[in-house]
């Protein structure tokens, strides 16, 4: 059978959130093995998340949890998105389910899956190939001032010995969270392995990664590095000028 492959998506509510959520949700209908774990940054669970996974299909494949980002380390509507860590707080959270709710002796593996990226579900395939104690790794596409970030392999293709990335090069692990993926024995293996607010900007990969692999042990994967089956994509924050205009009462329709 197939590895497990355990998806964890930090979310919130937004204009644009059930579009973003259910782009993703077609990729777990084509792929059996996959199991959703998706975090709402809020103080309840809602009801737009739950419906959204009941019309899918997912209920049985899928965890909805939630936890609120503390309102220090939360951006306000002004900031620059750089200037907080996003979704720490609800990737540690899907951590700890993992290691209480997972089996340890089964071979699975999580995968940290913003909502707003785009995905191939080639790369799912792709995940699967990770071994026992192993952290998977790929290219990421329109992301760190790149068309494509990726590892640079030794000759034989088996080792990666640097990264191409322009942003912040000296990086322990200069990638994007899109860009691996973990064997979950090594969540057991290193209990303190997870992510923290008090961390350099663009330093959260490194911050998980730094307790369970070196560059050295990363396995390359997505046809050595050469194919992009991941995209740093962003949705621009939608206008919706003319909804208040409508209603003067500044409430807006639900999509
Ligand atoms: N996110 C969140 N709470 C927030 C902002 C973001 O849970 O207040 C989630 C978001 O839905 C996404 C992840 O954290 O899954 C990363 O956020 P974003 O895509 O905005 O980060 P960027 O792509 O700009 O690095
Ligand atoms: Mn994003």
């Given at each position: 059978?197939?590895p497990?492959?355990?998806?964890?998506?930090?979310?919130?509510?937004?204009?644009?959130?059930?579009?973003e959520?259910?782009?993703?949700?077609?990729?777990?209908?084509?792929?059996?093995?996959?199991?959703?774990?998706?975090?709402?940054?809020?103080?309840t669970?809602?009801?737009?998340?739950?419906?959204?996974?009941?019309?899918?299909?997912?209920t049985?494949?899928?965890?909805?949890?939630?936890?609120?980002?503390?309102?220090?380390?939360?951006?306000?509507?002004?900031?620059?998105?750089?200037?907080?860590?996003?979704?720490?707080e609800?990737r540690n959270?899907?951590?700890?389910w993992?290691?209480?709710?997972?089996?340890p002796?089964?071979?699975?593996?999580?995968?940290?899956?913003d909502?707003?990226?785009s995905?191939?579900?080639?790369?799912?395939?792709?995940?699967t190939?990770?071994?026992?104690?192993?952290?998977?790794?790929?290219?990421?596409?329109?992301?760190?001032?790149?068309?494509?970030?990726?590892?640079?392999?030794?000759?034989?293709?088996?080792?990666?010995?640097?990264?191409?990335?322009?942003?912040r090069?000296?990086?322990?692990?200069?990638?994007?969270?899109?860009?691996?993926?973990?064997?979950?024995?090594?969540?057991?293996?290193?209990?303190?392995?997870?992510?923290?607010?008090?961390?350099?900007?663009?330093?959260?990969?490194?911050?998980?990664?730094?307790?369970?692999?070196?560059?050295?042990?990363?396995?390359?994967?997505?046809?050595?590095?050469?194919?992009?089956?991941?995209?740093?994509?962003?949705?621009?924050?939608?206008?919706?000028?003319?909804?208040?205009?409508?209603?003067?009462?500044?409430?807006?329709?639900d999509?």
């Amino acid at each position: 059978a197939l590895p497990k492959i355990y998806a964890i998506t930090p979310t919130y509510s937004r204009p644009s959130q059930k579009a973003e959520l259910t782009r993703l949700s077609h990729i777990f209908m084509l792929m059996p093995n996959l199991h959703w774990i998706l975090i709402e940054d809020s103080n309840t669970t809602t009801k737009v998340v739950r419906n959204l996974l009941t019309r899918a299909g997912l209920t049985e494949r899928s965890t909805q949890l939630n936890i609120k980002t503390p309102l220090n380390y939360k951006l306000k509507n002004k900031d620059p998105n750089w200037l907080k860590p996003r979704g720490v707080e609800q990737r540690n959270l899907a951590l700890s389910w993992i290691r209480t709710n997972v089996d340890p002796a089964e071979h699975s593996v999580i995968f940290f899956m913003d909502d707003d990226n785009s995905y191939s579900v080639e790369l799912f395939v792709e995940m699967t190939k990770i071994e026992p104690g192993r952290v998977g790794i790929w290219p990421v596409g329109l992301v760190g001032g790149l068309m494509v970030e990726k590892p640079i392999l030794n000759a034989e293709n088996t080792q990666v010995i640097g990264f191409n990335a322009a942003w912040r090069p000296e990086r322990p692990f200069p990638i994007d969270m899109a860009a691996f993926a973990i064997s979950t024995d090594l969540l057991f293996k290193y209990p303190q392995a997870q992510f923290a607010y008090e961390v350099e900007r663009g330093y959260q990969e490194s911050e998980i990664l730094r307790h369970i692999t070196t560059r050295e042990q990363l396995q390359p994967l997505a046809n050595n590095c050469r194919d992009v089956l991941v995209w740093h994509t962003r949705t621009e924050k939608t206008n919706l000028v003319s909804e208040i205009k409508l209603n003067k009462d500044g409430k807006h329709s639900d999509v």
